[in-house]
Structures are given as structure tokens and as C-alpha cells.
């Protein structure tokens, strides 16, 4: 953390792209926490393949169901990871891959509702050796 | 580009209603577009940009891929089983080609 701030610009670049990532997802929905839950190792050693999984508590019925889930890595150049759709069929809105992570980072997943909620979750993963080389 | 070989795992049968997990891999070098080569020129981005999972013609669940999903993508979902038929798995490459599978299932 202390290392962090002698860096207050990369940071702030950063946080806009990944804001409006979340402004876009949630819609002017307020956003939530709770409900979904993001799971990640605590160290990656190696950030060419991170496993992430998400799960969120839903009924998934027709009426009351997630729609989407959002995995954002707020630390890459991009920090878009992947969007999984789900529909009631899922039977249950959970869903793991494997990620590039350049650097430690935080990594954050928002959940939408059929019934128009948004919850957000999110954790940070220490990267021992980066995964976007150049 | 070389071919890209997708496996699946769906089990066989399962009870009505049953919710399942399915596994899925395709091989693919997933260039992020991010990385140069040593002249130092921006190797161009190619990844699979799209999975969609459909059960007898219904999607069941798909996902947008972006340049950080790691090399040989790997997805682990869920699905329900209404009844006996077909899974089928898609995969869209950013070069336009289009990639699928198909797992039976018998529901007991």
C-alpha cells in the first residue's frame, strides 16, 4: 500500500476505465455488495493463467434470475476479462476461467439481476510473475 | 492459424431438473494484441471472442471473451437438464471461424 502512493496518476487512470466499465454494466443501478461472491487465489504465482470463479446466490427462476456477471482486472492495460450471460436454464449462476493478470492487482466481479439489482464483489491477487508480457 | 480442438465434459445421464457441470477447453493461443515481437512490432490480437452453450436449441449460457482470458480457454459452468437431448458448444474466433461440439444427455 505504501508503495502505491507515489503513484497517485497510474492509479487514477486506471480507476477511470474501470469505472466507466461499471457505470456500463450497472446502468444507474446502485450497486450492492453481497449476494456474489468472487473467488481467486490470494498469490498467483504465475499471472499468464489465474483461475477466477463467481458465484452468486440467486433462485434463477424465470421471474428472479442473473443475468450477466462482469470479471473486470483493474490493473491490466484492459481491464475487461469476461461477461458470462446466464438464463434461468443455468440452474445456477456460478462460472470459473482461467485469466492473464499483468501485475498484483484487484480483481472485481458485478452481478445484475433479472429484477434490475447489482451487487459487486471484489479481491486482491498478488502476482508473482506478470502475464501480459511484451 | 491452426486448427482449434474443443473438449467437453457433460456427464451422460441425469435426473430431471438435475443441475450439471459442465467443463470446457478449446485449444488457442488467445494473442492478447498487448505483446510485440522482437522487431518490436504489436503482435495483432486474435482470440476466440465468443462461447455460447445452447440445450435442444436453447442458449443456456454464453460468455464475451476479452485479450485477458489466458491461452486455451477454460470455462466451468452450470446448466439444467429438463429433459433428454443435445448440448451444443460454439466457440467464434476473431478471424470468422466458428467452432462447435455437441454432448448428448439422458435424462433417467
Not at chain 1, 41 to 51: F, Q
Not at chain 2, 40 to 63: A, D, H, L, M, Y
Request: aromatic share 6%; hydrophobic share 40%.
Amino acid at each position: 500500500v505504501l508503495a502505491m502512493t507515489g503513484l497517485p496518476r497510474f492509479a487514477s487512470a486506471e480507476d477511470a476505465k474501470v469505472q466507466a466499465a461499471i457505470d456500463a454494466f450497472a446502468g444507474g443501478a446502485s450497486i450492492e455488495t453481497g449476494t456474489v461472491s468472487l473467488s481467486a487465489p490470494e498469490i498467483a504465482e504465475n499471472g499468464n493463467t489465474v483461475p477466477i470463479g463467481v458465484s452468486v446466490d440467486s433462485p434463477m427462476t424465470d421471474a428472479d434470475h442473473v443475468t450477466a456477471v462482469m470479471l473486470l482486472a483493474a490493473g491490466n492495460p484492459q481491464p475487461g476479462v469476461a461477461t458470462f450471460h446466464f438464463s434461468s436454464m443455468s440452474g445456477s449462476a456460478d462460472a470459473t476461467t482461467r485469466m492473464r493478470l499483468a501485475k498484483t492487482q484487484d480483481v472485481i466481479a458485478l452481478a445484475k439481476t433479472s429484477t434490475g439489482k447489482v451487487f459487486m464483489d471484489r479481491k486482491t491477487v498478488k502476482v508473482t510473475i506478470g502475464g501480459c508480457g511484451g | 492459424m491452426s486448427t482449434s480442438k474443443p473438449r467437453v465434459k457433460v456427464p451422460k445421464t441425469a435426473s430431471k431438473d438435475e443441475v450439471i457441470q459442465i467443463k470446457t477447453l478449446i485449444s488457442h493461443t488467445m494473442e492478447s494484441g498487448q505483446r510485440k515481437d522482437d522487431k518490436g512490432n504489436v503482435i495483432p490480437r486474435s482470440i476466440i471472442n465468443k462461447f455460447t452453450c445452447e440445450f435442444n436449441g436453447k442458449t443456456v449460457f454464453s460468455c464475451d471473451l476479452e485479450p485477458a482470458i489466458s491461452a486455451n480457454p477454460y470455462l466451468e459452468f452450470s446448466a439444467k437438464v429438463p429433459e433428454t437431448g443435445t448440448f451444443k458448444f460454439t466457440w467464434v474466433d476473431d478471424d470468422g471461424s466458428v467452432y462447435s461440439s455437441e454432448s448428448k444427455i439422458t435424462v433417467e
